[in-house]
């Protein structure tokens, strides 16, 4: 209890994030309930209202620390060839769904429907798609078709991720590592033929 | 008035889907209200709401003839190539999402937070995955990973059409076709390989 008193309440915030982003990982939103997080932070449902207004505002928050911890985890290699660089990040991608799977699936429905959610979401995956383009301007022409491209690359990922995760369909973590990293640059391609 | 009179409860439930349809093409569902409706149809809100039960179920009715609508709208030609197959299929597909942007964009929307809707959207979009392996068994071996692959590339081709829809970025209608239909065929390669 002391030292609960002794932080500072951007520091008991932060303490509570961190609780949302572990429940992040096997609870989808509508599953992390006030009552859930207070029980699990062992603190009252009144001061978790405290420190974040209300419940809509605590998911977003999670979400939000959600969204930053993928576009870090995802962060390729500095150095490196291309495709492999993608594969390194593809790879954290792959890991990030695999151990946030519920919750991940929630955010991407939530981002479906609610406009805030929406925009962490579109923000996040404008992060993952502008680096491709940081990251290879050799390898990724930057043109508003090539970001066309991008966007739907990032979409047949994240289908493919979370199917494969329900239903592996005999592929391999490889495979589909594979499978995502390869395809990019051959839809590029097509692009310019 | 008489017409009206003489038709049976259930041409006059077809009516009132065609009028959603129609509205489909221009409004999200959201904006379809039973207001909307009912003044659109010349009839009261009771009346809509004694054929219909609710507004939920009004739009479960539009989206689910919306998108056998969608179904039957990209069905491939019984003959050819499997790629020219493919080409005009995608062709109705682009068709589709440009005449009903609005009504689609709120279909997807609404089936990632809406357990009926997204049964309905599932069962669509299962059937046009599945077509896919119907149409063409020599060019698309039926797999387990192969199903995967088409699930990812109609992922990725929602996303293109729709993004293209918003911002065409310098491709043309052919373009984006050729994009969508040449590349399911080198992913499935890839697969191979």
């Known amino acids: 209890m002391s030292q609960r008193t002794r932080l500072t309440p951007e520091q008991r915030r932060e303490q509570l994030l961190d609780l949302g982003i572990r429940l992040f990982a096997h609870h989808s939103l509508d599953e992390m309930s006030i009552d859930l997080v207070a029980r699990e932070a062992g603190i009252s449902r009144g001061l978790l209202y405290h420190y974040f207004g209300d419940k809509t505002a605590f998911r977003e928050a999670v979400v939000r620390r959600a969204a930053e911890a993928l ?14 660089r993608l594969l390194h990040s593809m790879a954290a991608y792959v890991d990030f769904v695999d ?22 979401y579109d923000d ?11 990251a290879a301007p ?56």
């Open 71 to 84: 576009v870090a985890q995802t962060e390729p290699p500095a150095t490196g060839e291309p495709v492999e």
């Open 99 to 120: 151990a946030n799977y519920e919750g991940y699936v929630s955010m991407v429905r939530g981002a479906a429907s609610d406009p805030v959610l929406r925009e962490i």
């Open 124 to 134: 996040a995956f404008g992060a993952l798609g502008g680096r491709i383009f940081e």
């Open 138 to 193: 050799d390898f990724v022409p930057d043109t508003p078709a090539a970001r066309l491209v991008v966007r739907g690359w990032l979409a047949m990922s994240e289908e493919l991720v979370l199917s494969w995760k329900k239903d592996p369909a005999g592929l391999s973590r490889e495979d589909l590592l594979g499978l995502l990293a390869g395809s990019l640059p051959m839809l590029l391609d097509s692009l310019e033929t």
